[in-house]
């Protein structure tokens, strides 16, 4: 099953949502009461219904059927002029998607999402990227029906010199780097990635963070200032002048992670604005 790659362009959507998990599945619940009121929207494009989940950032790493998660039930409209009560607005941007199609009845769409995530996405050129992934469900759907059809989009990414990296080391192991890495993109969101003395690393006006993965722990890099500014919260931690070690043994503080990261961004902006009078 090989899958096409599309670059999506950005779509408007009206919509309802809930907030559920694999194990507490609310599906049915927001299908059922989206389509109720379906008919109240008028300036849809086309008659295609579209299943959106929108999940956090680390919400794969690792993954968990209790962890919650977004599902949004939506049909594509020209514009946000008209918005039905009850019903609210998702703006789904563009971006690169690898495209499944899914035959067979609703029931059995864990095998296709397994193969998808377990043997064509490790073996792909792509990682995953974090937008919402979605499924469209056109004139071949028949939900339980083993004749359905639905096409399945997932949020891809050209795997980089970072992904070959955290690549290298066993899966628990990636799972923490991910963790860090997911962090930080979600703290300093228009930072760039990059290898850096052999280590990912984040910039933006310069060099933001690095991290690495060693014998049993995490180095986490963030410059002596960094360091400094959250000496207290660190201190737990055995560490360096400009680096600090998050042991593999111990969950990783994503919150202080985030903090030191805002920290680094508004420190490097300060100067690069410094540096221009």
Known sequence: MEPRIEHLAPKKLI?????????????????????????????????DLYSLQVYDPHYFSPFNPDKEFEKWAAIEVTDFSSVPYGMETFQLNGGLYAVFIHQGS????????????QTWLPKSEYTLDNRPHFEILGKKYKNDDPDSE???????????????????????????LEQVRMTIKEAAPEASEVISYQMPAFKLNGILVWSAAHTRHIGFYPGASGIAAFKDE????????????????????IDLISRIVKYRVDENLLKAKTKKK
């Open 15 to 47: 919509s309802k949502h809930l907030t559920m998990s694999l194990s507490d599945n609310k599906t049915g619940e927001l299908w059922g009461s989206f389509m109720r009121e379906r008919k109240a929207i008028q300036n849809n494009i086309g008659t």
């Open 106 to 117: 609703a029931n059995t769409g864990h095998k296709t999402f397994s193969y998808i995530f």
């Open 150 to 176: 639905e096409e399945i989009w997932i949020p891809i990414m050209k795997k980089d010199a970072v992904s070959e990296y955290i690549a290298s080391f066993t899966a628990d192991i990636q799972v923490l």
């Open 234 to 253: 660190l201190s737990v931690f055995k560490g360096a002048k400009g680096s600090v070690q998050f042991p593999f043994d111990k969950p990783l503080p």
